[in-house]
């Protein structure tokens, strides 16, 4: 799974998603790409879960480029513990995910196989995604 190695900062704050995304919105390195429709967090597990999907329908064939990287630390309290006594763990980490930001990219195979691994892979994640291909 995808960790940051080193982070400056243990524990962040939830922050806020609003708008589209500024970067990161054109097919930069494949043919055909998964786009996001809806704003949400995508958790390092979905991520891996998504690429396995891929990997495994075009049988380890072309090249998959993962646009996102799970940075976002998000902290959880144990269950059945008592208010206070500050903020909870590091549980995970997500990737904040705006509308119009590429997820992966694919190259190197037929559209066919394209359309089809993206699409598997689309059902793995949390946010409303749509296919873009370069033409």
């Known amino acids: 799974m995808l960790v940051p190695r080193r982070v400056k900062y243990r524990k962040q704050m939830r922050g806020t998603m609003k708008g589209d995304a500024y970067r990161g919105k054109t097919l930069s390195f494949g043919e055909f790409g998964l786009s996001s429709e809806d704003q949400g967090w995508i958790s390092s597990r979905q991520i891996e879960s998504a690429r396995r999907a ?68 689309s059902h793995k994640l949390p946010v409303k995604t749509k296919i873009i291909s370069r033409k």
């Open 54 to 121: 891929i990997t495994h329908y075009t049988q380890r064939g072309g090249r998959i480029w993962i646009r996102i990287y799970p940075d976002k630390p998000i902290s959880k309290k144990p269950p059945e513990v008592r208010m206070g006594g500050g903020k909870g763990d590091v549980n995970e980490y997500v990737a904040p995910v705006l509308p119009g930001r590429i997820l992966f990219e694919m190259g190197g195979v037929t559209k066919e196989v394209a359309l089809e691994a993206l699409r598997l892979a």
